[in-house]
């Protein structure tokens, strides 16, 4: 099989990140629950991973890691845990479900939020944030990449708009964390939401956010933490605020192997390799007639995405022509992104995604674009 839905999660991962965890799952225990070896070789290579993370961040503190399933969870944490009724947030059509649907329910709840709008090509008019401040703006909530165009926003600018206006700007960095660099104090971040199993190339199940020292983000669930158990109430320091019962130990040790091997790779290298398929895959496809490829092309560097649509078939009918008659995966549909798929005026088809990773080849590539050729054949 050609695997080309790294967007979704990367299948192929460094052999590393497997034997971390077979050996996790044999020698520790649980994290904060004891004094005993297997107990705290459990906190130490927890911790190892935070100080791995706050690095990769730039973030100033590592017991400002806090450890969640995925972005979806820690984004969940961050958004319901900084706003009240009455406040009011920016955010973008750009945005993946995992931001959307908790505004839309912090907007039943009594918080008002505006949407800077996308063009036709996924584009985000950056004047408008400005524009849409009021005196009860809290935040601006932006993704860093889309995962459907692939299309790489900037945060810095958007940070330093934030900034200015003395707001908090949180980050969805599950496209590009591990690709792209973020530092949280020169992009002006103050809570990046990131996940493990993308393009940090570790497993499904691990994911988190960095929050900048003297951002407060409310309890999003209560419970055990092996520290102050007579308080009726979740301790106020991080992480244990934020991290109710027993972390998923394994899977970070396996996190912590990705983040070695990522570092010892270079992440300059791996933007390179994937940038570079990328490009492969666009200049053989945009030029097949009866394709239409969605986004910014004009602009790069750019999330290792592309994605098309083939002579008005349905989406979904495509990417079962690659499984089947050529063992290619892709991602087709909606791809949690409602709202950007309205505004480049898919909702119909949807759209068929290729996203490229480490592993994958130019021989794999080629293979691609020649799949889509076929397919496209009148």
């Known amino acids: 099989m050609i695997y ?41 290579t927890v911790y190892a991973v935070r100080e791995q993370l706050a690095r990769l961040f730039g973030c100033p503190r590592a017991d400002h890691v806090i450890f969640t399933q995925n972005s979806t969870h820690a984004l969940n944490i961050a958004l319901s845990g900084l706003f009240s009724p009455g406040d009011h947030i920016i955010t973008t059509d750009c945005e993946h479900n995992s931001v959307l649907r908790p505004v839309f329910r912090l907007q039943a709840q009594g918080v008002q939020a505006s949407f800077v709008p996308a063009d036709r090509q996924g584009r985000l008019d950056y004047d408008a944030f400005a524009r849409l401040i009021r005196p009860n703006t809290r935040a601006i909530v932006c993704v860093h990449a889309s995962n459907l165009t692939g299309n790489l926003f900037d945060i810095e600018r958007i940070g330093r708009i934030a900034h200015e206006h003395g707001l908090l700007f949180v980050v969805d960095a599950s496209q590009t964390a591990g690709v792209f660099g973020l530092d949280m104090a020169r992009q002006h971040i103050d809570v990046v939401c990131f996940t493990g199993h993308k ?60 983040l070695s091997w990522l570092e010892e790779t270079g992440m300059a290298n791996i933007c390179a390799h994937e940038q570079a398929l990328l490009r492969r895959f666009y200049d053989g496809v945009r030029r097949i007639p009866g394709v239409t490829v969605y986004g910014d092309w004009d602009t790069w560097p750019r999330a290792p995405v592309c994605a098309l649509n083939i002579r008005g078939l349905d989406s979904g009918e495509v990417a079962d022509a690659l499984a089947e008659d050529f063992d290619i995966a892709v991602r087709p549909g909606a791809h949690c992104a409602p709202r950007l798929h309205t505004a480049l005026g898919t909702k119909a088809t949807g759209a068929v995604r290729f996203s490229f990773g480490f592993f994958n080849t130019e021989d794999e590539t080629d293979t691609a674009i020649g799949a889509v050729e076929r397919i496209a054949e009148p």
């Open 199 to 258: 393009s940090l190339y570790g497993p499904q199940g691990t994911g988190g956010m960095c929050v900048r020292p003297g951002v407060e983000i409310r309890p999003f669930a209560v419970g055990g933490t092996g520290v102050q158990t007579y308080l009726p109430t979740q301790p106020a320091q991080y992480p244990t605020r934020l991290e109710a019962g027993t972390l998923n130990g394994h899977g970070i040790a396996g996190l912590g192997a990705a």
């Open 4 to 44: 080309l839905d790294n967007a979704a999660t990367t299948l192929q991962k460094p052999a590393c990140v497997a034997q971390a965890v077979l050996e996790a799952m044999g020698t520790l225990g649980n994290c904060a629950r004891g004094a005993y070896g297997a107990s705290l070789g459990a906190a130490r």
